[in-house]
């Protein structure tokens, strides 16, 4: 019975007869700090520990019913208003195994708005197959986000892609290689074995006129955080990275995945985190530590009151990728002992400065917490729209191929739209449109883009003889 008034609640949502519920956003410009950054010298000596207070709540589960779902990779960025931009790794749609969705939460946290995918694949570019991994940083008026992606089909020989928007719920235009927008290129183009992970996972840190740009190098028996500098007062800051070298070498830790770096301000040093002995039961949060963002050393780990089976973890920060200590800080990651069905979990965290690395959590039981998964609602939130397909090859002399086009939930299960889309940002010469019909005009091909109640999408079309 519930599907049969999900259905009918959908068909009235599609209509414009009833409205999903309103979810308030606060304005842009309250965002912003207005304080000066704090001038410490770091205590080369010092370390940095650090403690999860309490056992953390969810924020994202997967949905009664389902078999998979997931939203691993955070990023949290908690802004002067006390509000928080969150970015997630998901599942894709129509083969596309991960688009990366936006949430945004008015009260620090303890609600949110609906998700809405705000990077997904471009068709027939190298980032075709995948987009994940999400690091931001908002330097200036732009909100910079960094993925990972590949063209190989094992998901293999990664590579760093990076996108920009003057809002970080989009819509984004992707670094080309010279400027932005079009067909994406990497950033950091992998150039190890072809059967290893490559490079992706990247995190950013602005500091002064520099832009810290973390990134992971998993090549065979190799397992390493990189970092490049950029110039951060060049809007074409790509085309200016330096590599600097090995930030973490994981040679004692090759189960470490992604580490995410933030800059503390109350200390003077930049920290990263990330998840160690990942997907197992014993797993638990690596910490490490550095004064220069370059060179980094073992700091502490943090077990107690983290979930088994956690992975890509992610730490709050302000935009610019600092912590300031009296914001509060939140440590967020995805857990779950089945692939692909995982909850998000984010635990406050405490900070405090130490004399040598602590191991001593690693005597300590992390949590054994269960997936609980949540209840089917009554309204259908969707987070995007996909075509069925990438590429539509069409011809002059053939018969007229018809788009369809799909609205996509938060369980990534697709609808087909049947009226109220419109497409737009194509070559006239090449298409024209009937409805849902795609008519040749002329041998060529073009991209477009389509449009419904709020969400878009990309497709190719290509026209023969």
Same mark, same amino acid.
Request: aromatic content about 14%; hydrophobic content about 35%.
């Given at each position: 019975?519930?599907?049969?008034?999900?259905?009918?609640?959908?068909?009235?949502?599609?209509?414009?007869?009833?409205?999903?519920?309103?979810?308030?956003?606060?304005?842009?410009?309250?965002?912003?700090?207005?304080?000066?950054?704090?001038?410490?010298?770091?205590?080369?000596?010092?370390?940095?520990?650090?403690?999860?207070?309490?056992?953390?709540?969810?924020?994202?589960?997967?949905?009664?019913?389902?078999?998979?779902? *997931?939203?691993? !990779?955070? /990023?949290?960025?908690? @802004?002067? =208003? &006390?509000?928080?931009?969150?970015? $997630?790794? #998901?599942?894709?749609?129509?083969?596309?195994?991960?688009?990366?969705?936006?949430?945004?939460?008015?009260?620090?946290?303890?609600?949110?708005?609906?998700?809405?995918?705000?990077?997904?694949?471009?068709?027939?570019?190298?980032?075709?197959?995948?987009?994940?991994?999400?690091?931001?940083?908002?330097?200036?008026?732009? *909100?910079?986000? !960094?993925? /990972?992606?590949?063209? @190989?089909? =094992? &998901?293999?020989?990664?590579?760093? $892609?990076? #996108?920009?928007?003057?809002?970080?719920?989009?819509?984004?235009?992707?670094?080309?290689?010279?400027?932005?927008?079009?067909?994406?290129?990497?950033?950091?183009?992998?150039?190890?074995?072809?059967?290893?992970?490559?490079?992706?996972?990247?995190?950013?840190?602005?500091?002064?006129?520099?832009?810290?740009?973390?990134?992971?190098?998993?090549?065979?028996?190799?397992?390493?955080?990189?970092?490049?500098?950029?110039?951060?007062?060049?809007?074409?800051?790509?085309?200016?990275?330096?590599?600097?070298?090995?930030?973490?070498?994981?040679?004692?830790?090759?189960?470490?995945?992604?580490?995410?770096?933030?800059?503390?301000?109350?200390?003077?040093?930049?920290?990263?985190?990330?998840?160690?002995?990942?997907?197992?039961?014993?797993?638990?949060?690596?910490?490490?530590?550095?004064?220069?963002?370059?060179?980094?050393?073992?700091?502490?780990?943090?077990?107690?009151?983290?979930?088994?089976?956690?992975?890509?973890?992610?730490?709050?920060?302000?935009?610019?990728?600092?912590?300031?200590?009296?914001?509060?800080?939140?440590?967020?990651?995805?857990?779950?002992?089945?692939?692909?069905?995982?909850?998000?979990?984010?635990?406050?965290?405490?900070?405090?400065?130490?004399?040598?690395?602590?191991?001593?959590?690693?005597?300590?039981?992390?949590?054994?917490?269960?997936?609980?998964?949540?209840?089917?609602?009554?309204?259908?939130?969707?987070?995007?729209?996909?075509?069925?397909?990438?590429?539509?090859?069409?011809?002059?002399?053939?018969?007229?191929?018809?788009?369809?086009?799909?609205?996509?939930?938060?369980?990534?299960?697709?609808?087909?739209?049947?009226?109220?889309?419109?497409?737009?940002?194509?070559?006239?010469?090449?298409?024209?449109?009937?409805?849902?019909?795609?008519?040749?005009?002329?041998?060529?091909?073009?991209?477009?883009?389509?449009?419904?109640?709020?969400?878009?999408?990309?497709?190719?079309?290509?026209?023969?003889?």
């Amino acid at each position: 019975m519930i599907e049969i008034i999900r259905f009918f609640i959908s068909v009235l949502l599609s209509l414009g007869i009833i409205q999903a519920p309103f979810y308030y956003y606060t304005p842009l410009e309250d965002r912003a700090y207005t304080d000066e950054e704090l001038s410490v010298a770091p205590d080369s000596s010092k370390f940095v520990r650090i403690h999860a207070v309490d056992e953390g709540e969810d924020i994202y589960a997967p949905t009664e019913g389902e078999s998979f779902g *997931y939203r691993y !990779g955070p /990023t949290i960025l908690k @802004n002067a =208003d &006390g509000s928080i931009d969150a970015f $997630f790794a #998901a599942p894709g749609a129509t083969g596309e195994w991960d688009w990366i969705l936006y949430r945004h939460s008015s009260d620090g946290g303890n609600t949110w708005t609906d998700e809405t995918a705000v990077i997904k694949p471009t068709p027939e570019s190298p980032d075709f197959y995948s987009c994940c991994d999400p690091g931001v940083v908002k330097i200036g008026e732009y *909100y910079y986000l !960094g993925y /990972t992606s590949t063209t @190989n089909k =094992d &998901g293999l020989d990664n590579n760093v $892609f990076v #996108a920009r928007s003057k809002n970080p719920a989009g819509p984004y235009e992707k670094w080309n290689g010279s400027g932005w927008g079009g067909k994406p290129q990497p950033i950091v183009d992998y150039t190890g074995d072809v059967a290893a992970f490559g490079a992706g996972e990247p995190s950013f840190v602005q500091k002064g006129d520099k832009l810290y740009i973390y990134y992971t190098w998993k090549d065979v028996a190799i397992n390493q955080t990189r970092v490049a500098v950029a110039d951060a007062t060049d809007e074409n800051w790509p085309a200016t990275m330096e590599y600097k070298g090995v930030a973490i070498d994981y040679k004692n830790y090759m189960t470490a995945d992604s580490a995410d770096v933030k800059y503390v301000e109350d200390y003077g040093k930049f920290i990263a985190i990330n998840t160690i002995e990942r997907f197992t039961t014993n797993s638990f949060i690596g910490c490490f530590v550095s004064d220069d963002g370059i060179t980094f050393k073992e700091s502490c780990v943090v077990k107690e009151n983290i979930s088994h089976c956690c992975h890509n973890a992610g730490i709050s920060s302000r935009p610019d990728g600092h912590i300031r200590l009296e914001d509060g800080v939140y440590l967020a990651y995805a857990y779950g002992d089945i692939w692909a069905y995982w909850s998000t979990r984010m635990n406050e965290v405490e900070f405090s400065l130490i004399d040598s690395p602590d191991y001593s959590e690693l005597e300590k039981e992390n949590l054994k917490t269960p997936i609980v998964p949540l209840e089917k609602t009554l309204f259908v939130d969707y987070v995007g729209i996909t075509s069925d397909r990438q590429v539509y090859e069409v011809s002059l002399s053939g018969s007229k191929v018809k788009t369809e086009i799909l609205k996509v939930d938060i369980d990534f299960d697709c609808t087909k739209i049947r009226s109220g889309v419109t497409f737009t940002d194509y070559d006239e010469n090449i298409v024209s449109f009937d409805g849902f019909k795609i008519i040749p005009e002329n041998t060529g091909e073009t991209f477009v883009t389509v449009r419904w109640n709020g969400f878009e999408d990309t497709f190719l079309i290509r026209v023969s003889e």
